[in-house]
């Protein structure tokens, strides 16, 4: 026996960019179905990103969602690009008249869980077998399986919010789908510790023997990152290693105000570039990490997949309220453009402040040329300002 459901838009995962997705949906009366193969303890407790844009925030706020990030949020107006222990403060609030929040993705998440629960709506959780079908059709739909039963969900549109390894990218046949990929040679190991921040704002740290970003979650909480080799396992990162690597590549004079203790997460995470084309393929429609994947160098992995959310509800509710599907017919090719820009970004800051093993003496020239560059030019530290606090949207 199979469970027939019916919807308006079937949302495959539960990460942000579904959860965001399913509540700009409700808040316009649209009707959705949210599928995740993990359950909701699983994914509130995957430790990401920590740095929000302002349009980010206005998504959240839209959402109906943001009265506990400004509670308890940090708004940051700079931060520091370090090279060798000599620091430049990016401004980004005298630069660019904006701002960025630190407050973790975890916290976005549970959010945006609470507000779905707090309505009523339709969740499956710990799905399996996961198989958009008639995509091209106008009543596509997705199967799958939960507790052995099978179920089948008909709709009019899905959203392949499913991540890097999900199933809605794979959708797409490969004679349509273009994949371009840039692999780093190295990860970044990070830890969350229960101490003060070493300095009130995030800093960015390139020295001879890695890169390293001092950064947080709250004025009690800091979250730091090293860069480690690719192959590195966790085991080979002890506590006592871990600060003591940390402390060089930050330098003495910023070490100095550094608090250590015992971390209570620790992960290893690969880096790389990656974005699929098209991000639709009949009515299925593609959004964050299903399509694109950045460094998080440039802290920008978890706000390009809002604003990718933020064009798709708009051309479902245009198509929903207005009979209009001018912006759904556009979304791929809009949202493309800001994706590649993003990337472009993440891709630069990442050159910049990492230690590539196969860069030779003029490279490593280089990196220091252009951070020496942006100190002293008030254009060039505006370009990286523009870029962090979030392009605008089209
Ligand atoms: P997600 O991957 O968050 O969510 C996808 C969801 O789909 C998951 O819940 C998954 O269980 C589900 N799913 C997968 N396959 C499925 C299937 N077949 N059926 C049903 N459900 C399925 N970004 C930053 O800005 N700063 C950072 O510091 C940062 N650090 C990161 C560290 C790591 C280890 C990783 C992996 C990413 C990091 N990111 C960071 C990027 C991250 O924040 C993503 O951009 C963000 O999670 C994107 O959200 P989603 O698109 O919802 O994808
Ligand atoms: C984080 O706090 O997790 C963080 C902040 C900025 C980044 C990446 C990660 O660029």
């Not at 844009?53 to 308890?72: F, I, W, Y």
């Not at 660019?96 to 973790?104: A, D, H, L, Q, R």
């Not at 690597?245 to 690969?270: H, Y």
């Amino acid at each position: 026996m199979t469970h027939t459901h019916k919807t308006q838009v079937c949302i495959i995962g539960s990460g942000p960019s579904g959860l965001l997705l399913a509540q700009l949906l409700a808040q316009a009366g649209i009707d959705t179905i949210v599928l995740d193969r993990q359950d909701r303890s699983y994914i509130e407790g995957r430790i990401r990103a920590g740095v929000l844009e302002q349009g980010t925030v206005t998504a959240l706020e839209e959402a109906g969602v943001a009265d506990r990030l400004h509670a308890e949020g940090l708004s940051h107006s700079g931060f520091d690009l370090a090279f060798d222990g000599t620091r430049h403060r990016i401004d980004l609030a005298g630069l660019t008249g904006k701002s960025v929040m630190v407050y973790g993705q975890t916290e976005v998440t549970k959010d945006l869980f609470d507000a779905r629960t707090a309505q009523g709506q339709t969740f499956f959780f710990n799905v399996e077998d996961v198989v958009p079908t008639d995509l091209k059709s106008d009543q596509p739909s997705v199967r799958f399986r939960q507790n052995g039963e099978d179920h089948v969900i008909t709709c009019d549109y899905i959203a392949g919010c499913d991540g890097f390894r999900g199933v809605s990218r794979a959708a797409i046949p490969a004679d349509v789908l273009r994949t371009f990929e840039r692999v780093y040679p190295f990860g970044w190991l990070g830890i969350l510790v229960e101490k003060p921040p070493v300095s009130d704002e995030l800093i960015y740290a390139n020295h001879a023997r890695g890169f390293a970003l001092a950064s947080m979650r709250s004025e009690t909480r800091s979250r730091y990152y090293i860069q480690c080799d690719v192959d590195d396992k966790l085991a080979d990162w002890s506590d006592g290693r871990f600060w003591e690597e940390f402390a060089t590549r930050l330098g003495p004079d910023t070490a100095a105000n550094l608090q250590t203790g015992a971390s209570f997460e620790k992960s290893i995470a690969p880096l790389r570039s990656f974005v699929a084309e098209p991000m639709r393929y009949g009515n299925l429609f593609l959004a964050g990490d299903a399509a694109h994947i950045v460094p998080p160098t440039g802290a920008k992995g978890l706000n390009l997949a809002v604003a990718d959310i933020r064009l798709l509800s708009r051309a479902l509710i245009a198509h929903y309220r207005e009979g209009s599907d001018h912006h759904l017919g556009a979304y791929s090719e809009t949202v493309l453009r800001r994706v590649w820009k993003v990337e472009r970004f993440s891709w630069q800051l990442s050159t910049l402040m990492h230690q590539f093993p196969e860069n030779s003496p003029f490279e490593k020239k280089m990196q220091r040329a252009e951070f020496d560059y942006i100190a002293s030019s008030e254009a060039a530290s505006k370009a990286i300002a523009e870029n962090y606090v979030g392009l605008p949207l089209e």
